[in-house]
């Protein structure tokens, strides 16, 4: 019997295996790896979660570090593959309005702001315009209008922070790394107040890094570019180079042979 609707959670790469999680409604959880599959319960995957957390704790041993107070998104999209760089945590108090924001805009390039100029306050604000459509951090099947509007009943039912979740930075940077819409939905209903932030620090300084200079992002990217097209002529290169021993492997064989068959008819026929 098919399943009478899906829902793809996540889609990933671990190394070259592709990896995704789907919901089955009606049905269960299933999890893919390559050719594996688990089929679980929700009630079997928040178990699995939790036991996944508590190995990380154990495995990034950080003092200060929980992995049940960090975002599930950000630490799937940011911040696992720099875990084994984490030095340091530590909380700190900031202004909310002494903290900066970014996103992507139609150009591709990263823009940095103010929080109160920020894209989340402007749609708090009824200016939805460069809120709409971005996508980056949103749980599955969101909007970006439903995903404020959530942050901000969450807020004025919860407080903040809930569940141990603060806001994230970086070094001693204000940046805001994890925790945009919370930091909006404060700023919108409180104004300039001081909040607690968690602060981290890594031993690779690339991982703090920002560039805030179009010119230089788009140096980056086009660094970027020339090494996938230099991958990828390589690789072309090299599956030529196979290919054409493949053909003449094949050729010298079928050369062998017609000798072989040769002396066989002189033989045989003669």
């Known amino acids: 019997m098919s399943n009478p609707a899906v829902t793809k959670l996540v889609r990933d790469k671990i190394g070259r295996l592709e990896f995704w999680m789907d919901d089955n409604i009606g049905e269960a959880i299933h999890i893919h790896l390559a050719d594996f599959r688990i089929d679980l319960t929700v009630e079997e995957l928040h178990n699995l979660a939790e036991e996944l957390g508590d190995t990380i704790d154990k495995l990034v041993d950080v003092e200060g570090f929980e992995c049940s107070g960090i975002d599930p998104v950000f630490m799937s999209l940011f911040l696992a593959k720099n875990l084994n760089h984490l030095k340091a945590v530590k909380k700190d108090t900031v202004m909310l309005g002494d903290l900066l924001v970014n996103h992507k805009n139609r150009m591709g ?3 940095f702001s103010k929080l109160e100029n920020g894209r989340a306050v402007k749609a708090l604000n009824g200016d939805s315009s460069e809120n709409d459509g971005h996508r980056e951090s949103h749980h599955v099947g969101q909007t970006s209008e439903q995903r404020l509007e959530s942050m901000k009943s969450s807020i004025s039912v919860n407080g903040y922070p809930f ?23 404060l700023y919108v209903e409180n104004g300039n107040i001081e909040i607690p932030v968690l602060r981290l620090y ?20 086009l660094r970027k570019l020339n090494a996938k097209r230099l991958l990828r002529k390589t690789k072309k290169f090299f599956k030529g180079l196979i290919n054409m021993g493949s053909k003449c492997k094949r050729r010298l064989y079928f050369v062998f042979k017609k000798r072989e068959i040769r002396k066989m008819e002189q033989v045989y026929f003669r």
Do not use: T, V, W
């Open 109 to 111: 390039f990263i823009k």
């Open 163 to 185: 569940n141990g979740q603060y806001i994230i930075l970086y070094e001693d940077q204000m940046l805001i790394r994890d925790g945009q819409h919370r930091a909006s939905c």
């Open 202 to 221: 890594f031993d690779d300084p690339k991982i703090a890094k920002y560039e805030k200079s179009y010119i230089k992002q788009l140096f980056a990217k």
